[in-house]
């Protein structure tokens, strides 16, 4: 073999791009028809979806009053199953297991959760890889650009249905953060209080530029097809693509001191001979996060999500962030991530200062972590007191 | 057009990747014979090239002693001309001009300065590009893995055609960086000072990683065939994946702080309705380096010098970092960028230690920055003193 070319295709065992869409839903998986029989919803960047359905699940029990009700937001590829364990249809226990439950940090003895799947996702809520009413056909790239505030009214929907008139809190890390934020600004009476972690009052040009690059890794692979893979067998569809833009985020999720502890320069293959394609123990691990992630989720919905939080920006069509921040009327808790690199300090220092301005009550708190952006997902130990005290005040 | 679909090549005007091979080379670019004529030139990863040239320019005048050399190491994508104009085969000044020129940092009023492109480059000296001595023909994929050792050794081989012993001080930054401590301990009595900027003993994991996919965005351009893409005509080679590799690594030379100031939420598109291609100002400038570097540089030298930077590690095969920082006798600066995200100040720190640890003359420095790893490549108001300082105190 010539020194500079790959070895075999390492990653046989990625299937394909439909994998998602193949089974039954965990049987905790509910849903709701938003938009369908004649009844639409309409977009923000214009144009409208005639079919929104919204997957969600929920722990606890809501109270006579309807008052204990707390929505968790997801971020990027994270989903509904905030709790719980891991089963058929669900590759992983709830990505907030630790914080959410009885006694824990946001207690399902006292609160009723709700967390939904964002509007464009591929757990369930309406995406690219649902079929469009028109023909039964994945939408693949027909489907439209969606916002941060469109997956905020399908939320809103969720919750009449539920007979949720006011969230007690509404939590989110991440892009979940933007919900959060967009929530208390959309439906200040609607919003009990609001819980934002490691995100920001609109995308920062970093943030836009690492979105970039993994949105061209995925459109590159020229199994993308223009985003109409859905017909393609095992090994069909972008995988290749997506791995990379995994690859990518999960080097700014976390930071380099983090991977210098747990790696250092170990290696999986011996390197004595020096091949291109021999690994450090950092690029297995790298490898082993993009096919996780190509098996679970839908390159196109990686694509859409993606320009939402690009195009988050609270200040839009508001008369800018002081206008926007204005309409804000809960308490908040603002949460950072010392080393995060991605969501950095200085935009929860800005979201801060502004609430502040503003004449708001707000909470500062900063996670102590090597861990980078990941902390709002690892550092549950510390996540625990700050979330618990500041639900337990709001509760009073 | 549907709403993911890509717009229309805005990347037509990239020209074949054998540009940087197209034209003569500027008049004053220098060539030596390392290796050739039955001469072999032996490599630490195992393997041989049998031909080597090495391109280097140099500026100011050795004096009749030939004790004032100094060699300027260039980073990833650097090349031999660190002083100067512009000019035709040369489409920028010097990468180091505001540092290199009579009265300047380093004064070619007193110091003979020289800088080589490195092994596996594509800027004259021997790379995948060059003709393999059997067919005529480029490399490509048949270029072997080299190592910063192995530069070094083109290096001295120079200094030895020069006539010079031993260089008043090796500099560099970044994989420049690795070259000069290489330097202080391969050859320690040939190394009068040593100036090390934003570098480090190893390369870390996370460098590891951005290396890694940056080269993988290469080769999954269905373009780069397997290497052999030479004979690919206008808009062939791996310029996509070439341009992404870039823009993922000018996401990590720069800094938050410094694209939030720059750019903010600022577009290039109209971007109310909301398409997936529809532009920041960010994505813009991503899209003007990713193209600035796929006219110039050749996509198989940024695989092999990649990975050449992955493999440096200043203790293989010497029984670890204190055993070869204890061969440096040399007086060192080891110069830090505060906001370096790639080459954290950690890396320097630990540099720093070790050299104080074994005993060795040695002053750290940082620059305060929001520019990253750029830094080193921006802030001349700090370095010109930092760097003229040492270097006087040397020369006394």
Avoid at 238 to 246: F, Q
Avoid at 306 to 320: E, F, Q, S, T, V
């Amino acid at each position: 073999m010539s020194p500079l070319a790959q070895p075999e295709n390492r990653f046989d065992d990625i299937p394909s791009s439909g994998a998602w869409r193949v089974g039954d839903p965990p049987a905790w998986r509910q849903f709701l028809r938003v938009a369908g029989e004649g009844r639409r919803f309409a977009l923000e960047g214009g144009g409208c979806l005639d079919e929104v359905d919204v997957a969600y699940e929920s722990w606890g029990t809501l109270d006579a009053e309807a008052s204990n009700a707390v929505l968790v937001c997801h971020a990027l590829t994270g989903d509904a199953h905030a709790a719980g364990p891991s089963g058929p249809g669900q590759a992983a226990a709830g990505w907030w297991d630790d914080l959410i439950g009885p006694g824990k940090a946001i207690d399902t003895d006292q609160f009723y959760v709700v967390c939904a799947n964002v509007l464009g996702g591929c757990q369930g809520t309406t995406g690219p890889a649902s079929p469009h009413p028109d023909d039964g056909e994945p939408y693949g790239s027909r489907f439209p650009i969606v916002s941060v505030r469109d997956t905020v009214r399908t939320q809103a929907a969720l919750a009449d249905a539920l007979g949720i008139r006011r969230w007690a809190a509404v939590v989110g890390g991440s892009v979940g953060g933007m919900q959060a934020i967009e929530w208390a600004v959309m439906y200040p009476d609607r919003v009990g209080s609001m819980i934002n972690i490691a995100s920001a009052v609109s995308a920062s040009p970093l943030q836009i530029g690492w979105s970039m690059v993994g949105r061209l890794a995925i459109v590159q692979d020229p199994k993308w097809s223009d985003g109409n893979y859905y017909d393609q067998g095992i090994g069909g569809g972008p995988h290749l693509g997506l791995m990379l833009a995994r690859r990518i985020a999960q080097l700014h999720y976390r930071s380099d001191q983090s991977f210098a502890d747990r790696f250092g320069r170990s290696s999986v293959d011996r390197l004595d001979s020096f091949n291109l394609w021999d690994r450090f123990q950092i690029e297995s691990y790298l490898d082993h996060h993009g096919q996780k992630l190509a098996k679970r989720f839908d390159a196109n919905t990686y694509l859409v999500l993606n320009k939402a939080m690009d195009l988050h920006d609270i200040g839009r069509g508001r008369g800018g962030y002081e206008a926007a921040i204005a309409r804000i009327s809960c308490p908040s808790l603002v949460v950072s991530v010392s080393s995060d690199a991605l969501y950095t300090p200085r935009q929860q220092r800005e979201l801060h200062k502004l609430l502040t301005e503003a004449g708001a009550e707000v909470c500062f708190e900063t996670i102590e972590s090597d861990h980078g952006h990941d902390g709002f997902l690892i550092e549950f130990d510390q996540l625990e007191p700050v979330l618990g005290k500041f639900l337990a005040k709001q509760a009073r």
